[in-house]
C-alpha cells in the first residue's frame, strides 16, 4: 500500500513536466572541461525546485539519440550571465525582492563533458536550440534545520547550489513559490581531482555559504578527499555539534556512499541525489534502477528518475 501510494506521488513528477525547444542564450566554459548553458525555458524555469533535473536532446540529431538528465543548477531573469570583473572578491548577497517574486524565464546548467551528448552539446551556439522536458524527479525536502551542510564531489555541485541559495534566503524557487525556513547558516564542502575543475565557486560565497574546497592534488584548497574535509571541520567545531544539522551530498556514487557511512557513523541525516544513467526520465524504461531499502530494511528497486534522484542515504544499498 505505501509503494503503491508513493508510486502514484511519485509519477506526478513527471506529470507536471514541460517538453519544448528552447533557445540557447547564453554558454561558456567556466572550468577545465566544464561548461554553463543557459536555455529559454520559462516553463520550466519558473517551476524548478532545488535538486530536480531535466532530460536534454540537440534537436535533429540521432546519434545520441536519447536525452540526457542534467541538474538545474539555477534560474534566472536574464538572459545574460553575470559579469564578474574580479573572480576572487567575495561579493555580498545579491539576492533581490524582484528576484523572488517574479517567475524565473532562463535555467542554467552546468556540465562536464563526457561523451557524445556533452562533446556536441558543448559546441552548441546561442541562438541554436535545445529540446528539453522538465521539471523532472522530486527534489530536496528538507526538514528546518539550523545547520545544512552541502557536500559536493567532482561536477556534484550542480545539484546543490540552488538548495543552498534557498536556505540562505537568498532565493526562492517553485510555482507556487516554496515557503523554506532559512537555515542559521550553509557550509559548502566540494572535492574534485584538481583545482581547475572548480567553476563559479563564487556562486555559493556570493549567496553567504560558507565553502570549503579540497583537491587530491592540492592544488587548491585542502589536500585530501571530502571526507578529509569533513573531518577537519567537524575537529575544529563547525558546525557545532549541538547544531541541528542536514546534509545535502551529490557526486560520484563511491564518493557518496563515503558520505554517506560518515553520516551513518556520526547518526547525521544525510540526503544523496544520484546520478544513475536515465534513457527516459519519465518512468518508463527501468534503466534508472537503484536499490533502496524501506523501512523494514528490505531493498527493492526504485527508479530514480521518478522516486528520485534524491533519497535518504541511509536507505541506499551501496
Ligand atoms: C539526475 C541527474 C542529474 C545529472 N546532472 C548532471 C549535471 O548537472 N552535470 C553533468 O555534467 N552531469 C550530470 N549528470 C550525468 C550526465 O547525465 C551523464 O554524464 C551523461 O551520460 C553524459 O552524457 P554523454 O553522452 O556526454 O556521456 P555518455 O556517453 O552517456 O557517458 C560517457 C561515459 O560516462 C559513463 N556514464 C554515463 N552516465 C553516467 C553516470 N550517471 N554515472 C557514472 N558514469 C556515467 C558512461 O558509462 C561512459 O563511460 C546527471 C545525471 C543524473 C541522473
Ligand atoms: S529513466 Fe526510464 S524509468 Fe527512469
Redesign the pocket.
Known amino acids: 500500500m505505501t509503494t503503491a501510494v508513493s508510486a502514484l506521488a511519485a509519477c506526478s513528477y513527471a506529470d507536471t513536466a514541460t517538453m519544448l525547444t528552447a533557445e540557447i542564450v547564453a554558454h561558456k566554459q567556466i572550468a577545465d572541461n ?1 561548461y554553463r548553458l543557459r536555455l529559454d525555458c520559462p516553463e520550466i524555469a519558473a517551476k524548478a525546485r532545488p535538486g530536480q ?1 531535466v532530460m536534454l536532446r540537440i534537436p535533429e540529431r540521432t546519434d ?1 539519440l536519447l536525452a ?6 539555477d534560474t534566472f531573469s536574464l538572459p545574460v550571465f553575470k559579469i564578474r570583473t574580479n573572480p576572487l572578491q567575495v561579493q555580498p548577497n545579491v539576492f533581490s525582492a524582484h528576484q523572488t517574486h517574479a517567475p524565473h524565464r532562463y535555467a542554467d ?13 558543448k559546441d552548441l551556439t546561442p541562438g541554436s536550440s535545445a529540446v528539453v522536458w522538465g521539471p ?2 522530486n527534489g530536496f525536502q528538507i526538514p528546518a534545520v539550523n545547520h545544512l551542510l552541502l557536500v559536493a564531489g567532482g ?1 556534484g555541485q ?2 546543490l547550489l540552488a538548495l543552498g541559495r534557498q536556505h540562505m534566503g537568498a532565493a526562492a524557487y517553485g510555482m507556487p513559490l516554496l515557503a523554506v525556513p532559512q537555515a542559521q547558516a550553509v557550509t559548502f564542502c566540494w572535492g574534485a581531482r584538481h583545482g581547475g575543475l572548480f567553476g563559479d565557486v563564487d556562486d555559493f560565497r556570493e549567496a553567504g555559504i560558507d565553502v570549503h574546497l579540497a583537491t587530491l592534488d592540492g592544488s587548491i584548497g585542502h589536500k585530501g578527499t571530502v571526507i578529509d574535509l569533513l573531518d577537519n571541520l567537524f575537529a575544529s567545531g563547525v558546525p557545532p555539534t549541538n547544531d541541528s544539522l542536514h546534509i545535502a551530498c ?1 557526486g ?2 563511491g564518493m557518496m556512499a563515503a558520505v554517506s557511512h560518515w553520516s551513518s557513523a556520526r547518526q547525521l541525516p544525510c540526503d544523496v ?6 534513457a527516459c526520465g519519465i518512468g518508463i524504461c527501468f534503466t ?1 534502477v537503484a536499490k533502496v531499502r524501506d523501512a523494514s530494511g528490505a531493498w527493492d528497486y526504485r527508479r ?2 521518478i522516486e ?2 534524491i533519497f535518504d542515504a541511509n536507505r541506499i544499498e551501496w
Open positions: 566544464t533535473f545520441p540526457r538528465p542534467l541538474a538545474i543548477y546548467f552546468v556540465y562536464a563533458v563526457h561523451g557524445k551528448f556533452t562533446t556536441a552539446l523532472l524527479g561536477i550542480t545539484a551529490c560520484p556514487e541525489s544520484l546520478e544513475a544513467p536515465m534508472c530514480t528518475c528520485g534522484p
